[in-house]
């Protein structure tokens, strides 16, 4: 006897993590941005309740290993000119 158990829901909107650093991956610079905005307005919010988050990204950076971007809560490199 066969048992057939329904198809499990497939996350479609989660793309897979980078599989060379495990990061979160998002398709476009501004799904990023979003999620920048998101902690941004999470830290402000909680900052208030004087409570603090691990959630530090700061900046996005296009992924030359899976060519989509990352988040992260290193603050960009100074840049010199000269
Ligand atoms: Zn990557």
């Given at each position: 006897?066969?048992?057939?158990t329904?198809?499990?829901?497939?996350?479609?909107?989660r793309?897979?993590?980078?599989?060379?650093?495990?990061?979160?991956?998002?398709?476009?610079?501004?799904?990023?941005?979003?999620?920048?905005?998101?902690?941004?307005?999470?830290?402000?919010?909680?900052?208030?309740?004087?409570i603090?988050?691990?959630?530090?990204?700061v900046?996005?950076?296009?992924?030359?290993?899976?060519?989509?971007w990352h988040?992260?809560?290193?603050?960009?490199?100074?840049?010199?000119?000269n």
């Open positions: 006897m066969t048992t057939i329904a198809p499990r829901p497939r996350k479609s909107h793309p897979a993590p980078c599989p060379v650093t495990g990061k979160l991956r998002y398709r476009e610079r501004k799904d990023a941005g979003l999620a920048l905005r998101d902690a941004k307005y999470l830290r402000s919010a909680l900052a208030v309740s004087g603090e988050t691990s959630w530090t990204i900046r996005a950076y296009k992924c030359e290993a899976c060519s989509g988040t992260t809560s290193r603050p960009a490199l100074p840049t010199f000119t």
